[in-house]
């Protein structure tokens, strides 16, 4: 099935750095979501995405949706400990349409 | 308010049998997604009800199928287990609209042996 194209598949960060993943796509979606997902539990939505070239925060946490309604990036700034598990982007076309989701970012914090 | 709950969380099964999984969304929530997730392919869409009725479908057999009850709890059946349908099966909820707001449980891991 459809699939997003989600980088770095993987990040070691030393604590205190900041992060930053994308996602691109061949289609255009009208909603970007990121999730992130730890050991033993379903994906948390993280951040919601609904204009092109929107531009919003959680916390340490920045998500932009791409101008192109292509792509969509994530970073998170002063690491820590914490952030470690696999981050997800996921799109959507229109608001009846299933997810389309990225393969994942693991990232691992080094203390 | 109690988050989506999926049952079992563990659960073992032999090739050619059938297993039915439990998922109960959010309360209020009208639509429930299901995914499954593998470290090759990632989270792959299942289907989607709404209103005890199919609303989209992914791309896997007929093996898979599922339901949704008027109380919005949904239960998906897979048969004839293989053992490629190793995987966690996710569950997300949703109000009605919007779609993409979707909550997701911790998970069935089902293991085909």
């Known amino acids: 099935g459809q699939q997003l194209n989600q980088s770095p598949q993987s990040m070691f960060i030393q604590e205190g750095e900041d992060v930053s993943m994308n996602c691109t796509s061949s289609?255009?979606?009208?909603?970007w979501l990121w999730y992130k997902q730890e050991p033993g539990e379903g994906p948390v939505l993280l951040i919601a995405?609904?204009?092109?070239?929107e531009l919003t925060s959680n916390g340490r946490l920045t998500a932009q949706f791409g101008i192109t309604r292509k792509d969509s990036f994530l970073n998170i700034s002063a690491s820590i400990p914490s952030d470690v598990g696999i981050y997800f982007c996921?799109?959507?076309?229109?608001?009846?349409?299933?997810?389309?989701f990225g393969k994942g970012t693991r990232l691992s914090v080094i203390a | 308010k109690a988050g989506v709950t999926q049952t079992p969380r563990y659960l073992i099964k032999t090739r050619g049998q059938q297993v039915t999984l439990s998922c109960s969304p959010i309360?209020?929530?009208?639509?429930v997604s299901w995914y499954q997730q593998t470290p090759g392919q990632g989270l792959q869409f299942l289907f989607e009800?709404?209103?005890?009725?199919?609303?989209n479908k992914g791309n896997f057999p007929g093996r898979f199928s599922g339901r949704q009850f008027s109380n919005s709890r949904s239960e998906m059946n897979v048969s004839t287990l293989e053992l490629g349908d190793s995987a966690l099966y996710l569950c997300?909820?949703?109000?009605?609209?919007?779609?993409?707001?979707?909550?997701f449980g911790p998970g069935t891991r089902l293991t085909v042996l």
């Open positions: 997300a909820s949703s109000l009605d609209p919007p779609q993409d707001t979707q909550y």
């Open positions: 009800y709404f209103s005890e009725t199919q609303r």
């Open positions: 309360s209020g929530h009208r639509s």
């Open positions: 996921a799109g959507q076309q229109s608001g009846n349409t299933p997810l389309v």
């Open positions: 289609s255009i979606f009208n909603t």
């Open positions: 995405l609904y204009k092109a070239g």
